[in-house]
């Protein structure tokens, strides 16, 4: 699952920091393979700015080891590691203009003037603004500041670029705008980036792998697409979206029963009678009428959100929701009160580990 | 900001406005036109109108020696509390926030003694039988006493003691409001600390150092007590011309006097936020 080594821009092995009794990060391994985006996908307070910092190096780990391109950056002070960070306050020096905030890596490094100047046009023509050069960071909108931020962070082509929820101070609409951007931005120049974020939806959208972070640990780590179809916990599945969660029991290897009802699930396994957890997405659960197969329910609440129809059902087992797609203006002829059935394809139910012990 | 809400502005400053105008703007305009007029020796002042106030100061050369005396002093005075300040004040920042204002609240505690107090300190350590001379001739280090008091350095000595605290508090204030993110970018950017502290800590302290810088040198300008009593008659400031001029009843001089002291303060307060520029820093961290 994890890269190559070889090609692993950042390395956290087994890190851990605690301030006073609480642990912030708690036995962290992570590699980021070079030129991808991952994201650090937690509630507040799961440790995602504190492994972020110490990758950085504004925070030292109690234990463990991290690494940037190969070399064992411990004892490494931030000045000398080689990243750019967008902070989520941006932190634009006030006194500069853009331009000098942005060329401020590159005076650092000693990058005469002319050069300076056309490396910070270049950076500032990739976030779009080109003509703000002058103005200074107060007079620019919070999206803005956003970009100069950015340009700031990239234009010195460092090795690992930090992002700490860059992007949450924005409105829906320009969140929405920038993570497209930035995810192109991030393609077009290769740059390895880790990406902290609270929006499970913003870290589909950007990640090439998303690591899902729990109180200090990582409960899981993959593509979003294996994520969000294969939680391999409880937590997992409920943070990347709705999902139904019921207890089972192993009727045969392959073949569980809920509530009367008899399902294939191929990652079933065990005796008959183990009790097992599942995970099935409301979009996964498709609705009959009573009779025929599958778990029988009541529908309670049809609510109409637009492009798709929630519906909500009380089962033997406890509520359950689905959704379908709009894809007729209505509601199938569905209404409040009507016995249904429920039923999902075998794919769609996860076996997961139960919130409370998590498996790793 | 609304029509009404720019006249509810207005009218908050209508009194303040008003006292300040009575109590200061309207004296200040009567001190200036006493500045032109003809001395008298039997009243304050006469009726006639000169420009010889100033132009007497500007030929005399005991007055441009003491014009410059306390141009100096004030810049010694306010460069060794910058230079010892600012570190103080760096250290301070840097402490806990409850320990921070404890210390804050410790340097405040010398302002509560009285300035006559203070100097008298002063005297008492510095003079020709005072604790230093004392000590130093008991030790056999010296033979006759040294002249430490009514010296220069006596006076910049005195002054610092009471104005040090001032700049301390300022630029404390100023570094422990500053946001640690602003050193960790310098830090993402490669600034290694004195670079940070050049570039960025530094400069967003402006608005600190300034308000310190000015506090400092405005009073140092002021300063009457410590100076008369460290400095003696020979180490006399512009303040102590216009005390002198005050009570030989030489009003016209005076208020002449009072208005070059008062140009060299704006002129100075101009350079130092020239300087400075406090200004390019507001607009806090977004
Ligand atoms: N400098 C600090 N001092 C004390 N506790 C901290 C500090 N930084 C973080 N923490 C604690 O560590 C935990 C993780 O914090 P953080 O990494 O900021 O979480 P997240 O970014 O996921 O919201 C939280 O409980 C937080 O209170
Ligand atoms: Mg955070």
Not at chain 1, 31 to 52: D, E
Not at chain 1, 61 to 84: C, K, L, Q, T, W
Not at chain 1, 188 to 201: G, K, N, P, S, W
Not at chain 2, 87 to 101: D, E, Y
Request: hydrophobic share 50%.
């Amino acid at each position: 699952m994890n890269a190559s080594t070889g090609e692993a821009d950042v390395v956290l092995s087994r890190v851990r920091k605690s301030f006073g009794a609480v642990v912030a990060v708690d036995d962290v391994s992570l590699s980021i393979a070079r030129g991808s985006i991952v994201s650090l996908l937690g509630p507040s307070g799961c440790g995602k700015t504190t492994t972020l910092r110490l990758v950085a190096g504004f925070e030292r780990p109690d234990a463990g080891e991290v690494s940037i391109r190969g070399a064992r950056v411990n004892d490494v002070p931030p000045y000398r590691r080689d990243f750019g960070m967008v902070f989520q306050s941006y932190a634009l020096f006030p006194h500069l203009t853009v331009a000098d905030n942005v060329g401020f890596g590159l005076r650092m490094r000693h990058v005469p003037r002319e050069e300076r100047r056309r490396l910070v046009a270049e950076a500032l023509a990739l976030v779009k603004l080109e003509g703000f050069a002058d103005r200074q960071p107060r007079q620019l909108s919070g999206g803005q500041q956003q970009r100069v931020a950015l340009a700031r962070a990239i234009v010195f082509k460092p090795a690992v670029l930090l992002l700490d929820e860059p992007l949450g101070a924005l409105d829906k609409m320009l969140r929405e705008e920038m993570q497209v951007e930035l995810r192109q931005l991030q393609q077009r120049l290769a740059i390895t980036t880790v990406f902290v974020t609270h929006d499970q939806e913003e870290a589909l959208t950007l990640s090439d792998r998303v690591a899902v972070m729990r109180g200090g640990r990582i409960e899981q780590v993959g593509a979003p697409r294996e994520i969000y179809e294969r939680p391999a916990t409880e937590f997992v599945a409920g943070f990347l979206g709705a999902s139904n969660f019921l207890d089972a029991e192993v009727a045969e290897p392959g073949r569980v029963r809920v509530g009367g009802a008899g399902f294939d699930v191929p990652g079933a396994a065990g005796v008959p009678g183990t009790r097992l957890r599942l995970a099935v997405r409301p979009e996964r659960v498709v609705l009959s009428p009573d009779g025929g197969e599958g778990l029988e329910a009541t529908l309670r609440d049809v609510i109409f959100r637009g492009s798709t129809v929630h519906f909500y059902l009380e089962s033997a087992i406890g509520p359950l929701l689905a959704y379908r797609q709009n894809e007729d203006g209505g509601d199938r002829g569905l209404r409040p009160g009507q016995r249904v059935r429920c039923s999902w394809s075998p794919g769609s139910a996860v076996v997961v580990a139960p919130l409370g012990d998590a498996t790793r | 900001m609304s029509a009404r809400g720019r006249l509810f502005g207005w009218g908050i400053l209508l009194v303040p406005l008003a006292v300040s105008v009575a109590l200061f703007v309207g004296p200040l305009a009567q001190l200036f036109m006493i500045s032109l007029r003809e001395p008298s020796s039997t009243e304050l002042y006469g009726t006639g109108w000169t420009l010889a106030n100033y132009t007497q100061l500007a030929e005399d050369d005991f007055i441009a020696r003491i014009v410059w005396r306390t141009m100096w002093t004030s810049f010694l005075v306010l460069g060794c509390a910058l230079a010892i300040g600012y570190p103080v004040a760096w250290r301070i920042a840097r402490m806990p926030p409850r320990k921070r204002s404890l210390v804050l609240l410790a340097l405040l505690f010398p302002l509560m003694v009285s300035n006559v107090v203070r100097a008298y300190g002063w005297v008492a350590i510095l003079g020709r039988r005072g604790v230093v001379n004392t000590t130093l001739q008991q030790a056999g280090v010296i033979d006759f006493p040294m002249a430490l008091l009514f010296t220069p350095e006596a006076v910049v000595m005195g002054l610092l003691t009471i104005l040090l605290p001032y700049m301390v508090i300022s630029i404390a204030n100023a570094l422990a409001t500053l946001d640690p993110r602003y050193e960790e970018a310098a830090a993402s950017l490669g600034a290694g600390p004195i670079r940070s502290f050049i570039h960025v800590v530094f400069p967003l302290s402006a608005p600190g150092v300034a308000s310190g810088a000015l506090l400092v040198f405005l009073l140092t300008l002021s300063a009457y007590v410590t100076i008369t009593l460290l400095g003696g008659p020979r180490s006399k400031l512009l303040v102590s011309l216009v005390y002198d001029s005050v009570v030989a009843f030489q009003w016209p001089q005076a208020a002449a006097l009072a208005f070059v002291l008062l140009a060299l303060a704006l002129a100075t307060c101009g350079l130092i936020l020239a300087v400075l520029r406090p200004g390019r820093v507001q607009g806090g961290a977004r």
